[in-house]
Nanobody, 120 residues
Framework: QVQLVESGGGFVQAGGSLKLSCRGSGSHFSIATMAWYRQGPGWPRELVATISSDGTTNYAVSVKGRFMISRDNAEIAVDLQMNSLKPEDTDVYYC??????????????WGQGTQVTVSS
């Protein structure tokens, strides 16, 4: 229903910044919530930030004040600006979209993930 592609990951030193972008394609749907998750080897998936259709945002305590999520309601687009990065932020980051298709059925889509590595 919706295909998502992340970009912007890479290598950065502690204290640096990165901006992750997620762009999607699809039709006959409405997007309710966009979010970023992250997951490291052997660890459960963690919610990083969410943003609703009205712009309401929520952040994990570990990233609050350092990360900022934003979206473009004119298209399937959500970004994550990451500042003051720490080594513990090292993970694969995934874009997530929740909404309803043309039949009014809820759906969820995931991107393929983008690696973020923060060195000490």
């Amino acid at each position: 229903q919706v295909q998502l592609v992340e970009s912007g990951g890479g290598f950065v030193q502690a204290g640096g910044s990165l901006k992750l972008s997620c762009r999607g394609s699809g039709s006959h749907f409405s997007i309710a919530t966009m979010a970023w998750y992250r997951q490291g080897p052997g660890w459960p998936r963690e919610l990083v930030a969410t943003i609703s259709s009205d712009g309401t945002t929520n952040y994990a305590v570990s990233v609050k004040g350092r990360f900022m999520i934003s979206r473009d309601n004119a298209e399937i687009a959500v970004d994550l600006q990451m500042n003051s990065l720490k080594p513990e932020d090292t993970d694969v980051y995934y874009c997530n979209v929740r909404g309803r298709n043309g039949l009014g059925i809820n759906f969820e889509s995931w991107g393929q993930g983008t690696q973020v590595t923060v060195s000490s």
